[in-house]
């Protein structure tokens, strides 16, 4: 199983649905997690199942960080929005630092998110 990591802040929660609907298939295959109004999003918008945690300023990106220091996690794909001041911006850094830490391949735009989506479908596809 290919255990991934999905968040977006506010302005860049629709570029991450049309992402994940345009891969529908392969994150379907996938165990994904996501902090909490990214998931709904997702899951009300692409229908896929995932296992939500808190919102990101109440936490939510240090319990995913937790999971990736767990082993958890395979694969982050964080939409930041580089834009806008975050009120919890140093959790935002702590999930970038410990995927750093840990070797976790990590997506912060959407040209590496594709490049990262590739590399799972041919986990899928033995390619
Ligand atoms: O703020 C976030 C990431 O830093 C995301 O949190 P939500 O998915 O709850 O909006």
Known sequence: MVNVALIAHDKKKLDLVMFVKEWKNVFSQC???????????LKDKVGLEIQTFESGPLGGDLQIGALAVSGKI???????????AQPHE???????RI????????ATNLATA????LEIEKKFTNK
Do not use: M, Q
């Not at 996501?34 to 998931?39: F, R």
């Not at 140093?90 to 970038?96: E, F, G």
């Open 31 to 41: 165990k994904l997690y996501a902090t909490k109004t990214t998931g709904s999003v």
């Open 74 to 84: 395979d694969f982050v794909l964080f939409l930041r929005d580089p834009l806008t």
């Open 90 to 96: 140093p959790d935002v850094s702590a999930v970038l």
């Open 99 to 106: 995927c750093d830490v840990h070797n976790i391949p990590l």
């Open 114 to 117: 594709e490049a990262l989506v």
